[in-house]
Every structure is written in structure tokens, then in C-alpha cells.
């Protein structure tokens, strides 16, 4: 599985951003999908995943309330809009698939397949 994220760019805190990430190869059904960012100097966290048919999503604490992941399994697409943007949120956000997407997983050693961030930078 190939994933290309895109929609990165500069915004100023309170805006609005949504991050698209698309799938070749494989079946994009079989996978849960989730998001990563990785800020300067820090570890790559969890932001939020979405089990294979959207049926469950899970988000981190610090994004919870703002951001909001979504899938479209015919466009083989996952989304995540990010909104009340906040200069904390600045990072490379990196989408990321896992087999059996049954259940949810936010762990990086979990996903199988990552694709190659797009940066999103929140000024003040």
C-alpha cells in the first residue's frame, strides 16, 4: 500500500486545515487508518485513528474536540479536518495504515505502511 498525504500549508491559530491522504494498492478496506504528527525535536505522536469501515474513531487528548478523522473507502481517501488551529499544531503530519483494521491501534509500531508527511504550521 502507497499513501500520499497532502494539504499541508500555513495558517494562523483559529483557522481551519484539512489534510487528505490517499491510498494505491491493496484493498483500502482491509486497513485501519490513522494520523501522526511529528513536531521539531519531539517524537512522533498520535492524533487520531479510524477502524476500517469508520465505525470507530479514536483521538488524542489534544486534539479531541477540534480535529476530525473520516474515510472514504470508494476514493481509498482518509481525512483529517483540523480546525481551532493552534501554534502547538505545528508538525509534520504523516498519515499511516495498519492491517486488520478491526480494531483500533495508535501505536507507530502497529501501522505497517506510512506515507511522507505534509507540514502544517500554525502561526500565532
Known amino acids: 500500500v502507497q499513501l500520499q498525504a497532502s494539504g499541508g500549508g500555513l495558517v494562523q491559530a483559529g483557522e481551519s486545515l484539512r489534510l487528505s491522504c490517499a491510498a494505491s494498492?491493496?484493498?483500502?478496506?482491509?486497513?485501519?487508518m490513522g494520523w501522526f504528527r511529528q513536531a521539531l525535536g519531539k517524537e512522533r505522536e498520535f492524533v487520531a485513528v479510524i477502524t476500517w469501515n469508520g465505525g470507530s474513531t479514536t483521538y488524542a487528548d489534544s486534539v479531541k474536540g477540534r480535529f476530525t478523522i473520516s474515510r472514504d473507502n470508494r476514493k481509498k481517501t482518509v481525512y483529517l479536518q483540523m480546525t481551532s488551529l493552534r501554534p502547538e499544531d505545528t508538525a509534520v503530519y504523516y498519515c499511516a495504515a495498519y492491517r486488520h483494521g478491526t480494531y483500533s491501534k495508535w501505536r507507530p509500531a502497529e501501522y505497517n505502511y506510512w506515507g511522507q508527511g505534509t507540514l502544517v504550521t500554525v502561526s500565532s
Open positions: 494498492g491493496g484493498t483500502f478496506s482491509n486497513y485501519g
